[in-house]
């Protein structure tokens, strides 16, 4: 028996299906087919439905739910909160059949709208159509998001022709400019927007005061990871904004990453995300500068990096990264150097309490870099640091 667990009144709208029970004396048992998600159930009062309370469960894995209470009028809803319009209603009379029998119950996934079908946003996009999910694909240059057809998507002309008659909306664009002009002039009240892209704590909260004020929800949800964890299903995905939010999108951001983590309010996970992409700036220059000197000295390569493995100072990212520098061939970026110079002034700008004077002679290496090596990896900084360009 799963525990029945109060919850808000803004549950009592939220049906994809509805099995009103007119004589409830003995536990029916429901298995469901699509998880996870949601149940809401109403007991209401008999004479006119009116609600008299309501319940929710969480239904994680293949559970038997069982339900039992002599009150009657019990009503079950299977769906999300977004999806606020009743697709069905059976009246199910229990002492005509149903009882005891088992019911297979299907559940309607959420429409999605996906912008900005790049680097990232194609694999992203893609796993969510492999699970599923209905999804509306715009991207400015349309043969990009053309390339996820073959999968199952819908091509819009329009971000606001993708987001017409979706229940979540995606962001996974280059910056602010190209999340807001995506969203000029579209229409979110009573959506979820689901904003992804890498942008400022500051951005990140105008948009979504902006999004909240015209009646819609805002969840920033950066993540950790390249084209390989995106198309696997391995990205690090940290979420900031409110619970009740967070808990709506969590099972469709579990096919993009295997824990999603709230973090806190809105701004809270872009700063993280910014630090950590700091990270990747600094840890790049300092093993390219490293790297560099054993060579200039005639240090076997090979015995430098089974040290360093040894050692506590070792980094994944310098063994995904050796053979590019090694070769200085930087194309195939899975993180154009461009977009991590984006990250770097954008750490520079929202710091306040913290000095940012090593940050310059970052964004002049990765500068040099850019020159030589356009829309290439960001390992190019090697080619600068080497003094190749």
Same mark, same amino acid.
């Given at each position: 028996?799963?525990?029945?667990?109060?919850?808000?009144?803004?549950?009592?709208?939220? =049906?994809?299906?509805?099995?009103?029970?007119?004589?409830?004396?003995? %536990?029916?048992?429901?298995?469901?087919?699509?998880?996870? #998600?949601?149940?809401?159930?109403?007991?209401?009062?008999?004479?006119?439905?009116?609600?008299?309370?309501?319940?929710?469960?969480?239904?994680?894995?293949?559970?038997?739910?069982?339900?039992?209470?002599?009150?009657?009028?019990?009503?079950?809803? #299977?769906?999300?909160?977004?999806?606020?319009?009743?697709?069905?209603?059976?009246?199910?009379?229990?002492?005509?059949?149903?009882?005891?029998?088992?019911?297979?119950?299907?559940?309607?996934?959420?429409?999605?709208?996906?912008?900005?079908?790049?680097?990232?946003?194609?694999?992203?996009?893609?796993?969510?159509?492999?699970?599923?999910?209905?999804?509306?694909?715009?991207?400015?240059?349309?043969?990009?998001?053309?390339?996820?057809?073959? %999968?199952? =998507?819908?091509?819009?002309?329009?971000?606001?022709?993708?987001?017409?008659? /979706?229940?979540?909306?995606?962001?996974?664009?280059?910056?602010?400019?190209?999340?807001?002009?995506? &969203?000029?002039?579209?229409?979110?009240?009573?959506?979820?927007?689901? *904003?992804? /892209?890498?942008?400022?704590?500051?951005?990140?909260?105008? @948009?979504?005061?902006?999004? !909240?004020?015209? $009646?819609?929800?805002? @969840?920033?949800?950066?993540?950790?990871?390249?084209?390989? !964890?995106?198309?696997? $299903?391995?990205?690090?995905?940290?979420?900031?904004?409110?619970?009740?939010?967070? =808990?709506?999108?969590?099972?469709?951001?579990?096919?993009?990453?295997?824990?999603?983590?709230?973090?806190?309010?809105? $701004?809270?996970?872009?700063? &993280?995300?910014?630090?950590?992409?700091? @990270?990747?700036?600094?840890?790049?220059?300092?093993?390219?500068?490293?790297?560099? #000197?054993?060579?200039?000295?005639?240090?076997?390569?090979?015995?430098?990096?089974?040290?360093?493995?040894?050692?506590?100072?070792?980094?994944?990212? #310098?063994?995904?990264?050796? /053979?590019?520098?090694?070769?200085?061939?930087?194309?195939?970026?899975?993180?154009?150097?461009?977009?991590?110079?984006?990250?770097?002034?954008?750490?520079?700008?929202?710091?306040? /309490?913290?000095?940012?004077?090593?940050? !310059?002679?970052? &964004? *002049?290496?990765?500068?040099?870099?850019? =020159?030589?090596? !356009?829309?290439?990896?960001?390992?190019?900084?090697?080619?600068?640091?080497?003094?190749?360009?």
């Amino acid at each position: 028996m799963l525990k029945l667990q109060p919850v808000r009144r803004q549950f009592a709208t939220c =049906a994809n299906i509805n099995l009103i029970f007119t004589d409830i004396a003995v %536990q029916p048992r429901l298995i469901f087919q699509v998880i996870p #998600f949601k149940i809401h159930i109403w007991l209401t009062n008999k004479s006119n439905d009116k609600p008299i309370s309501i319940h929710t469960v969480c239904v994680r894995k293949t559970d038997d739910i069982n339900i039992a209470s002599h009150r009657p009028g019990l009503m079950i809803c #299977f769906g999300h909160k977004w999806n606020r319009n009743r697709i069905n209603d059976k009246k199910v009379n229990l002492a005509t059949g149903f009882i005891g029998k088992e019911t297979i119950m299907t559940h309607t996934k959420p429409k999605l709208a996906w912008l900005g079908a790049g680097l990232m946003g194609n694999p992203m996009a893609g796993r969510l159509l492999a699970a599923g999910y209905p999804v509306r694909v715009w991207n400015r240059t349309r043969a990009k998001a053309e390339a996820l057809t073959s %999968q199952g =998507a819908t091509v819009a002309d329009t971000p606001t022709d993708a987001v017409t008659g /979706s229940d979540i909306v995606f962001t996974m664009l280059s910056d602010a400019e190209a999340v807001e002009t995506a &969203l000029s002039g579209v229409e979110l009240p009573g959506k979820t927007l689901v *904003q992804m /892209s890498t942008i400022g704590p500051g951005e990140n909260r105008r @948009l979504a005061g902006r999004i !909240e004020d015209a $009646g819609g929800a805002y @969840l920033e949800a950066p993540v950790l990871g390249s084209i390989p !964890e995106a198309k696997s $299903g391995k990205l690090i995905i940290m979420a900031g904004g409110s619970e009740a939010t967070f =808990a709506e999108v969590k099972p469709i951001l579990a096919c993009l990453g295997p824990e999603p983590r709230l973090v806190g309010s809105v $701004g809270e996970a872009s700063a &993280l995300k910014l630090a950590l992409n700091q @990270l990747i700036a600094s840890l790049t220059v300092a093993f390219s500068t490293s790297l560099g #000197f054993v060579e200039e000295n005639g240090v076997d390569v090979n015995s430098f990096m089974e040290v360093l493995r040894q050692s506590a100072l070792y980094a994944p990212t #310098f063994d995904k990264k050796l /053979s590019k520098m090694l070769e200085h061939d930087y194309r195939n970026p899975n993180f154009p150097t461009e977009h991590l110079i984006k990250d770097i002034d954008l750490f520079k700008r929202e710091a306040r /309490s913290v000095d940012t004077q090593a940050l !310059e002679v970052l &964004l *002049q290496l990765y500068g040099r870099a850019r =020159a030589s090596h !356009e829309r290439e990896d960001y390992s190019c900084v090697y080619d600068a640091v080497t003094k190749r360009c």
